[in-house]
């Protein structure tokens, strides 16, 4: 049932106090309106996601998640499920109206791994009347993952695995091993000398790749290139924009996400991902913060995303406390220094591949 702002006042459990007086009487209002709308039709989850995208521009850092749990009770992924919503159909408002849509399978069209010509043929389907659960939206964009995937050139991995092979064999007395998967993917794994002040080994996972478990440090001058790596059989590294589609779309089901930035992020699908969200300010940014927060936050063989590796210790640091870490960096070189840093073995993948490794 519909909770109006005259049968459920606004409450005090929120410091509206802390607030300027003209951002206070806005944002108070803001709150009576989205209550008002809690019905929740397509036109209403648009109209609250466009109420709390005001509202969170309108509160400084850390006072939007406090309050939409004091008014409202909603964790921090049911508040982006509107605002996706909102932000994804900003100019396609008038056509929400008319269509008749259960409001989890708008969530899910609202997401960033939906490709918008998908979006775009489920939404004129709909107001048709012919409409689809969410789950099969789910499984719909799976097949099309794995067919666009699949049609995808490998020129570009072959050409990287190459480098990296001829590299190491100019540079490195360690050996190499090429062998096939049962996808006939062809795996270039390079394994170097063992380093004498290199990590004790982080607790391994089951399932994890045998042959990437015996891998060793790597030769710093290794280059890096924009693309998948999987770093000892374990760890997904994407060098490359980690804003976009590319690496939102492959993102597996995490315990914990851990955004480090210092800029505004585009990266509101991490909610939908991971069971905690953390978005640390940069100049709040410690390894042993970090460290705090992967032990009360996940548990040792639970995934971990970082969108971000500013400090390049961090997935070295994730791997010794046992976490499976799904990674990107837009920077190369901060993605040179990670894999450097964490001395494991690396190998260059083609993204049809990541589908398979997250499952």
Known sequence: ??????????????????????????????????????????????????????????????????????????????????????????????????????????????????????????????????????????D??????????????KKQYKQTAAELANHQAANSPGAHSIERITNGLEIITVVAQPADDEPSEAATQPGQDRRAKAAKALSPELAIHEGWYQLAGQHLLFCGDTATQVFAAWAPLAKLAIAVTGNDWAHDWLIDQAENVVVLPTAQ??????????????????????????????????????????????????????VNASKLSVTPIESHYVAELVG
């Open 1 to 138: 049932m519909a909770r109006s702002a005259k049968s459920a006042p606004i409450t005090a459990l929120f410091d509206y106090d802390s607030l300027e007086v003209g951002q206070r009487s806005i944002v108070q209002q803001r709150t009576g309106e989205i209550r008002e709308r809690l019905r929740r039709s397509a036109q209403d989850v648009w109209e609250i996601g466009q109420k709390l995208a005001d509202v969170r521009s309108r509160l400084k850092y850390g006072q939007f998640l406090t309050w939409i749990k004091a008014e409202f009770g909603w964790s921090q992924r049911t508040a982006y499920n509107f605002i996706n919503v909102y932000e994804t159909f900003g100019d396609r408002f008038a056509n929400l109206a008319k269509v008749n849509i259960a409001t989890s399978l708008l969530y899910q069209l609202a997401s960033p791994s939906v490709p918008e010509e998908l979006r775009e043929q489920i939404l004129r389907a709909a107001e048709q009347g012919d409409t689809m659960t969410a789950q099969e939206l789910r």
């Open 140 to 153: 719909t964009i799976q097949k099309r993952r794995l067919k666009a995937a699949a049609r995808k050139d």
């Open 285 to 338: 940014y410690s390894d042993d913060k970090l460290k705090q927060l992967l032990k009360l936050l996940s548990n040792p063989g639970d995934v971990v995303i970082f969108p971000w590796l500013p400090d390049p210790n961090m997935l070295a640091s994730a791997h010794r406390l046992g976490r499976t870490v799904y990674a990107g960096e837009e920077n190369v070189e901060k993605c040179q220094q990670a």
